[in-house]
């Protein structure tokens, strides 16, 4: 069974910085998809940012406030996130989109409170 752990979230003011991690169980590979997800109170949820290989995606929401990464060696990626905004509130989840076979699994989620 494959697991994705998150860790690196908690409560921070408004443009300060959070560091989210997400390790997985298994290889990743250059093939296979990780990306971040939020879901806000009474949200859908909504994709954050996401990485295959060298290719990276932002929301616009996030983009040029955010830094998606990847490490092989850990098996681990991770979401570098500064200016951050109240409405940046929610809980993020890692994903891993596989190709083969065709899966996708979760994390259990991480939660981020912005607050002045």
């Known amino acids: 069974q494959v697991q994705l752990v998150e860790s690196g979230g908690g409560l921070v003011r408004p443009g300060g910085s959070l560091r989210l991690s997400c390790a997985a169980s298994?290889?990743?590979?250059?093939?296979?998809?990780m990306g971040w997800y939020r879901q806000a109170p009474g949200k859908t949820r909504e994709l954050v940012a996401t990485i295959t290989g060298d290719s990276t995606n932002y929301a616009d929401s996030v983009k040029g406030r955010s830094t998606i990464s990847m490490d092989n060696a850990e098996n681990a990626v991770s979401l570098q996130m500064n200016n951050l905004k109240p409405e940046d509130t929610a809980v993020y989840y890692c994903?891993?989109?596989?190709?083969?076979?065709?899966?996708?699994?979760w994390g259990q989620g991480t939660h981020v409170t912005v607050f002045s």
């Open positions: 994903k891993l989109a596989r190709k083969f076979p065709r899966k996708e699994y």
């Open positions: 298994i290889g990743i590979g250059s093939i296979n998809t």
